[in-house]
């Protein structure tokens, strides 16, 4: 009996199916559906490891399905190729980071070839590449002139080990999230993309993505966007012309303000600093600006601070307040102030008994005193202590306090946002150029599009790239001094590149129409293949990708150029590989390398293997699954196309009927497993097709009956979304025209369906006695009549009489008896 070895008759297919191409998408006139199928970029470190095995495996059941379905797909692939390892790769081996670039891209996609995902490869992309970059520039100078790229000094996350800034959403914990290192702050001028225009439409058009996307990623995001309301409050300062206004959500608390406390980084400190507490207050700032992120925002920490020797008045009832600098309130916050309400918020009531300040319980929750437990007390209550809103819930007494404030001029209902505008300027040299000059007669000026790209020097290599604290690119005096576009005169261009995440923010436009010159992508095409209908990748991506691209979309929808303002209509997180519960992360290795597996196994039983493992969604142990069982899955797939002898076209209805409903329920069920993303259970339903297929060759109809050949065509259909080699081998022998990719989803014929009995549970008083073979259309009656007349029932019985019988036809009886 010979096994038959899945890696056999990979390079056939392979050949074939480069010959075929039947996975490029029509464009024009073309009847049929259209699908957008999207996996996120590989970026091209190295070669294909198991986590793009598993994200691109799931992908492709995706695609191939809509294939299957019929319908013209769009499945492309490209490369996310500017980034810190190219130049780091160069700087060690003295090259040039497209050196190192390019090479990794081949690999990747040789691999990919072999892997065979259904791409359209007539459609791939480079990010790094000018004519790609060309039109990044191009969406730069639009936002440049919609007041949406902007250049502004100030604070900014530095990264001592890549010498680069780094936005907010790349510093995970106080920390580098490509590095690890630990982030510092400077002060620099950098560009900036102003994406706090757009945060309340990234908040409300999420309803859109609502059951659509993972909740988790929904969540991640509106905490990251983090919109509050609340109430600005003006607050008179004691020998100072101009009222400190203050943010906060609880104005309702506005009479158990007993302090005022100012972020000590803020200006604002240093200028309502009394002059005599000025050596107190600098020794205490000096001390805050060695903290990190982490450190400050920490609710472990003990609370440090210092007293600004200024008193403010709160406007409600007159009294004078003491003023204070500390960490714990941030500068680029509201207002970088607060009015501070030790009793019901706990950070102000560490600050308090640290510093002996008083404690005023205004609402009244039920719970003990917070000066005494040291616990804020935060629920809802009645307002006491606060003259015109006393009495009142919380609700009520912010409506009607925020009422007062306005109709005083004291206040405003506020809005506030944790989102910060994005950093996009890097100073390194393996990025978009940014197309601006800098000319000391006109100033900014952009690169104007006829001149663009803005093409990296080739001249700069190896330690030409090393960090020096500001970009390489300085260092090239001859790409750096340009004529100003506008005068003519002397000017520099601009030395920073962008972020990678601007070069992934769009990428998804370019594949409608990626050789278009007229813009970075045609309009028209855009309109037919968007939005994506199913964007699959890793989660890791939850807030920064996904976020910049709902960014892109939204500006694109303002510039007119698209009509939709959502980019993915249905998102897919794939699990991570791991092995014995250890991630396969950069850090931690490849534990285990995906070409040793092909080479050992074949694509077919890895692809098989990830999918079955489990949901989408979870991480796969590769210590707990299979290949030898899918090997063998496969073999019996193969032997079985072998056997058949019955001529392609045989008239199924001719066939074993037993065979034909097995055959009928698995295209119903693989149909909706598919749908809803449950691969593992619809190869589960697959392997039992199969073996129902085995039985009736070996000890049923035999192998010329037509069901057979039904089943055995229909396993090889439904095998190509999974294991795409083999399936076409199956189709081959069974006669049949390749590529199977495009033989059609089968329908399952309703009447086949029908099953001939279910099974019906009986209880009595709740625990089940016995079980009972019905038809599926029984009526209530007539089961009623079969439960009542079972042995086991007027066993467990016991002569008790029946009080009710409650029948829910044709699964359960349940039978109350009197007590
Ligand atoms: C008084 C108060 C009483 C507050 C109370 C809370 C509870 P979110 O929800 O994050 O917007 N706050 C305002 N600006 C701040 C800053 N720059 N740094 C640190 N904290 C700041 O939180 C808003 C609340 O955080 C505001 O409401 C303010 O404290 C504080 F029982 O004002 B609250
Ligand atoms: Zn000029």
């Avoid at 793009?52 to 379905?69: C, L, N, S, T």
């Avoid at 004078?320 to 030790?342: C, F, K, N, Q, T």
Wanted: hydrophobic content about 40%; aromatic content about 10%.
């Amino acid at each position: 009996d010979e096994q038959y070895d899945p890696r056999a008759v990979q390079d056939k297919w392979q050949a074939r199916w480069a010959e075929l191409g039947p996975f490029e998408a029509a464009e024009g006139d073309d009847a049929r559906e259209r699908r957008y199928a999207l996996d996120m970029f590989p970026y091209p470190s190295g070669d294909l490891h198991m986590g793009h095995a598993e994200a691109f495996a799931i992908g492709d059941v995706v695609a191939r399905y809509w294939f299957q379905k019929g319908f013209n797909v769009l499945h492309p692939i490209g490369w996310d190729s500017f980034g810190l390892p190219a130049e780091n790769a160069a700087i060690k081996h003295g090259t040039h980071p497209a050196e190192w670039t390019y090479a990794n891209i081949e690999t990747q996609a040789a691999s990919f070839h072999r892997y065979a995902p259904s791409f359209d490869w007539s459609r791939r992309l480079h990010t790094s590449d000018p004519e790609y970059y060309r039109w990044t520039q191009w969406l730069f100078q639009r936002f440049y002139e919609r007041g949406l790229a902007y250049r502004k000094g100030g604070q900014v996350n530095w990264c001592p080990n890549d010498q680069t800034v780094l936005a907010n959403e790349q510093v995970v914990g106080g920390h580098c999230e490509r590095c690890g290192a630990l982030v510092e702050k400077r002060v620099l001028t950098q560009w900036y993309f102003k994406i706090t225009d757009y945060a309340d439409r990234l908040l409300d058009d999420m309803a859109q993505l609502e059951g659509k996307w993972p909740e988790r990623v929904l969540l991640m995001q509106r905490n990251w966007i983090g919109r509050s309301t609340g109430a600005d409050v003006d607050f008179v300062i004691e020998g100072r012309d101009e009222p400190v206004t203050v943010y906060t959500t609880r104005p309702d608390t506005l009479y158990g303000a007993t302090f005022m406390v100012v972020a000590a980084d803020a200006p604002l400190a240093e200028e309502v600093c009394a002059p005599g507490q000025r050596a107190a207050f600098e020794a205490y700032r000096e001390e805050v600006s060695r903290e990190s992120e982490i450190e400050r925002l920490s609710t472990e920490r003990e609370k440090t601070g210092v007293f600004l020797g200024r008193y403010a008045v709160n406007p409600v009832n007159g009294e004078r307040i003491p003023v204070w600098a500390s960490d714990y309130v941030l500068a680029e916050y509201g207002h970088g102030a607060i009015m501070a309400v030790p009793a019901h918020d706990q950070r102000d009531l560490d600050f308090a008994l640290k510093f002996g300040l008083p404690v005023r319980i205004v609402v009244e929750t039920g719970e003990a005193d917070p000066a005494e437990t040291g616990a804020a007390t935060a629920g809802d209550g009645r307002i006491v202590n606060s003259g015109p809103i006393d009495g009142l819930p919380k609700a009520e007494a912010i409506t009607r306090i925020t009422e007062i404030l306005a109709g005083k001029g004291l206040g405003k209902p506020a809005v506030n946002f944790r989102l910060r505008d994005w950093l996009v300027s890097r100073q390194r040299f393996w990025g978009c150029p940014i197309p601006i000059v800098h000319c000391d007669a006109c100033g900014e000026v952009p690169v104007p599009d006829d001149q663009l790209p803005v093409t990296l020097p080739d001249n700069l290599r190896g330690a030409d790239l090393a960090p020096k604290g500001e970009s390489p690119l300085s260092a090239a005096s001859d790409w750096v001094n340009v004529d100003c576009p506008k005068c003519g005169g002397l000017a520099k261009r601009d030395t920073d590149t962008m972020d990678t995440f601007v070069d992934s923010s769009w990428y998804y436009f370019r594949y409608c129409s990626p050789g278009y010159t007229g813009g970075p992508f045609d309009v028209e095409r855009v309109r037919e293949w968007m939005p994506v209908d199913q964007y699959t990748g890793g989660v890791e991506h939850a807030i920064l990708h996904l976020l910049y691209s709902r960014f892109f979309t939204k500006v694109l929808h303002d510039m007119g150029m698209v009509d939709f303002t959502e980019p993915f209509t249905r998102l897919l997180n794939q699990g991570q590989v791991i092995l014995n519960a250890k991630a396969m992360s950069k850090s931690t290795g490849n534990l285990v390398d995906l070409g040793e597996q092909i080479a050992e196994f074949g694509v077919d039983v890895v692809r098989l293997a990830m999918l079955f493992s489990g949901p989408p969604e979870d991480d796969i142990d590769w210590a707990d699954v299979s290949p030898h069982g899918m090997s063998k899955f496969l073999s019996r797939v193969h032997r079985i196309a072998t056997e058949v002898s019955s001529a392609p076209g045989a008239d199924p209805s001719k066939g074993d009927p037993e065979l034909r409903r097995v055959t009928h329920r698995t295209v119903a069920e693989a149909t909706t497993l598919v749908e809803s993303h449950r691969f593992n259970v619809a190869i589960a339903r697959l392997m039992e097709l199969v073996t129902a297929t085995r039985k009736a060759i070996d000890s049923g109809p035999g192998a010329a009956d037509p069901a057979v050949r039904e089943a055995a065509e229909t396993i090889a259909v439904v095998l190509s979304l999974f294991a795409p080699y083999t399936a076409d081998e199956a189709w081959e022998l069974l006669g049949r025209t390749a590529p199977v990719t495009r033989a059609g989803w089968p329908s399952a014929d309703p009447a086949l369906l029908v099953q001939e009995s279910v099974t019906c549970v009986v209880q009595v008083a709740g625990k089940v006695r016995d079980r009972l073979e019905v038809a599926p259309d029984i009526g209530a009656d007539e089961l009623e009549r079969l439960a009542l007349a079972s042995a086991k029932i007027t066993e467990a019985l016991a002569g008790a009489s029946v009080q009710r019988v409650i029948v829910r036809a044709p699964k359960i009886v349940n039978i109350v008896p009197a007590r």
